[in-house]
């Protein structure tokens, strides 16, 4: 509980100074593109809250010199792994002109640093014939560093509206809390754990007013974090099914797949190319934009901007609880993740067509003259 407590106090004091100094780094800080195609606030906004988590974590190391020192070489070995990845993403945060191609690459080295020097390696997925390929060490190597790509991007991907990302990716390391408290495995326990509390630190700023942004930076650094607990879940339990990372992770995942088959078979784009066809986008255009939920348009839509975020919540615990219940079960995480990707399928469909149950849709609100 203390490293909790400490990742969340630091988090929540780094991002009252971020957003109460905000004026003194706006320039080059705040998200001022109130146009762009996947923007929804109506005032520029600091986006570097990622800043506030990333030294949240450092933080911790405080404690952990006093409680448990074996595990700070470690977790400092861990943090440090991510700072290739994170400072990519804080340079788009910063300079708005970070490319696609130099921001993969920079993670992709975080995901090398993960295998060379955490000596981190995926060499089993549960699959047969794929668990056979993952014993050559070059096949082992890319698959690692696309699940750290992945990871990263599938946050990036799903950070759309205030508190989306944030809860999310809190019930995920829930999850590998929950998972490694059983196992008894303090490294990752205290990673889950200190991750939990520095995002519920940047979440109380960021849900529902949205007065700071996690970044790209911040998107990078807890889907580094993700990929690298799930990588050394599997790497240190032989006894935990690969399905259970991955069902818990489902929705980013599936989220950032489909996305990618979207773009580049459906429409033959790149599937760098921004559009508004998101899962969660389309939760808010069909569901919530016509609630008429406050006094005036600007904060109306920051209000719809929130009331986006519920909903996918709820749908992400669709993966996420029965991967908690269900963890020692293959069988039983396959028929969930199979199960994910039916529903998934056809709320997007629906979606897609209007199709949206009536009881679904949020109502404009018309107050009484």
């Known amino acids: 509980m203390v490293y909790l407590l400490t990742a969340f106090m630091v988090s929540l004091m780094l991002n009252v100074i971020l957003v109460r100094y905000k004026n003194l780094h706006s320039r080059y800080t705040a998200d001022s593109d109130l146009a762009g195609i996947q923007k929804y606030h109506v005032r520029p906004v ?19 010199a006093l409680r448990e020192p074996g595990l700070i070489s470690q977790i400092g070995m861990v943090w440090l792994c991510s700072l290739p990845a994170f400072l990519g993403g804080l340079a788009e945060d910063i300079s708005k002109r970070a490319s696609v191609r130099l921001r993969f690459l920079l993670i ?51 950070d759309g509206y205030h508190g989306l990302a944030a809860v999310v990716s809190a019930l995920i390391f829930a999850g590998f809390a929950y998972v490694a408290y059983y196992l008894g495995d303090r490294l990752l326990l205290v990673m889950s754990v200190s991750m939990i509390g520095a995002i519920c630190g940047f979440l109380i700023w960021n849900y529902p007013g949205g007065l700071i942004f996690l970044g790209d930076g911040g998107a990078y650094f807890i889907g580094y974090m993700m990929g690298v607990v799930s990588i050394m879940l599997l790497a240190r339990h032989p006894n935990v099914s690969a399905w259970f990372p991955l069902l818990l992770c489902f929705y980013p995942v599936f989220e950032t797949l489909f996305s990618i088959y979207r773009k580049a078979f ?66 039983i995480l396959i028929g969930f ?9 056809l709320l997007y469909r629906a979606l897609v067509r209007f199709h949206v149950p009536k009881w679904l849709i949020v109502k404009r609100h018309h107050d009484d003259d």
Do not use: C
């Not at 090398?112 to 190597?141: E, K």
């Open 108 to 158: 992709a080295i975080s995901g090398v640093l993960v295998f060379y020097v955490l000596d981190a390696h995926i060499t089993r997925l549960n699959v047969m014939g794929i668990d056979w390929l993952l014993q050559f060490t070059v096949v082992s190597f890319v698959a690692t560093i696309v699940a750290v790509t992945g990871a990263a991007n599938a946050i990036n991907i799903i």
């Open 266 to 331: 459906l429409r033959g784009s790149s599937p760098t190319v921004p559009d508004r066809v998101h899962l969660h986008m389309l939760i808010y255009r069909r569901v919530v934009r016509w609630a008429q939920v406050g006094p005036g348009e600007r904060r109306s839509k920051t209000q719809r901007n929130a009331m986006t975020s519920p909903f996918l919540w709820v749908f992400s615990s669709l993966a996420g609880v029965p991967a908690i219940l269900f963890w020692q079960n293959e069988p």
């Open 337 to 345: 993740t199979a199960l994910f990707v039916v529903i998934y399928m």
């Open 46 to 64: 600091p986006r570097v809250g990622g800043l506030a988590l990333v030294l949240a974590m450092l933080a911790v190391y405080v404690p952990l």
